[in-house]
T-cell receptor, first 109, second 113 residues
Framework: AQRVTQPEKLLSVFKGAPVELKCNYSYSGSPELFWYVQYSRQRLQLLLRHISRESIKGFTADLNKGETSFHLKKPFAQEEDSAMYYCALVTSGTYKYIFGTGTRLKVLA | NAGVMQNPRHLVRRRGQEARLRCSPMKGHSHVYWYRQLPEEGLKFMVYLQKENIIDESGMPKERFSAEFPKEGPSILRIQQVVRGDSAAYFC???????????FGPGTRLTVL
């Protein structure tokens, strides 16, 4: 069965430190992977998707099919990055998002 | 564009009552998806609808839950005879076509007393 695993419920880092939010998936086909972010009291919003290979707000994520991972990285964390981050998988040709349980990132001053 | 709207944002019901959750998709979007997030869990797909049609309800509990997306008006997720286990955040998303990136609403937090 398809599954997304985010092993850390909470990640605390100091401002300016590097950040890596882990995401592993289980799917034998060609996945489409996303990172969504939810700031306090706001709705889920798309941060980035692996297809576009963009860098948004300094975040990047590379799909590693060998390790079935899609970790989210940022070299220098900012306080405004504090939020809930969800990794999501869409299997090819479908519309159902399969979400991980989320990681709360706290960036400390 | 106001984005996906959901109301109410918070809903409290007693066991046995009915809960009605509404979702207005973004302008120009005719595809609606409902997800449920139980405490400490990720969002789980419930149902996918297009105007007047249920396309996939494989994630919806077989009893007490129903969804519709009428020709006019918002999509409605209806939960009859609510139980404590229904307490969760219910998110709606919409897209202009499918498959496509989905845009999420702010969610409705249902509390069953």
């Amino acid at each position: 069965a398809q599954r997304v695993t985010q092993p850390e419920k909470l990640l605390s880092v100091f401002k300016g430190a590097p950040v890596e939010l882990k995401c592993n998936y289980s799917y034998s086909g060609s996945p489409e992977l996303f990172w969504y972010v939810q700031y306090s009291r706001q709705r889920l919003q798309l941060l980035l998707r692996h297809i576009s290979r963009e860098s948004i707000k300094g975040f990047t994520a590379d799909l590693n099919k060998g390790e079935t991972s899609f970790h989210l990285k940022k070299p220098f964390a900012q306080e405004e990055d504090s939020a809930m981050y969800y990794c999501a998988l869409v299997t090819s040709g479908t519309y159902k998002y399969i979400f991980g349980t989320g990681t709360r990132l706290k960036v400390l001053a | 564009n106001a984005g996906v709207m959901q109301n109410p944002r918070h809903l409290v019901r007693r066991r046995g009552q009915e809960a009605r959750l509404r979702c207005s998709p973004m302008k120009g979007h005719s595809h609606v998806y409902w997800y449920r997030q139980l405490p400490e869990e990720g969002l789980k797909f419930m149902v996918y609808l297009q105007k007047e049609n249920i396309i996939d309800e494989s994630g919806m509990p077989k009893e007490r839950f129903s969804a519709e997306f009428p020709k006019e008006g918002p999509s409605i997720l209806r939960i009859q005879q609510v139980v404590r286990g229904d307490s969760a955040a219910y998110f709606c998303a919409s897209s202009p076509e499918s498959p496509h990136e989905q845009f999420f609403g702010p969610g409705t937090r249902l509390t069953v007393l």
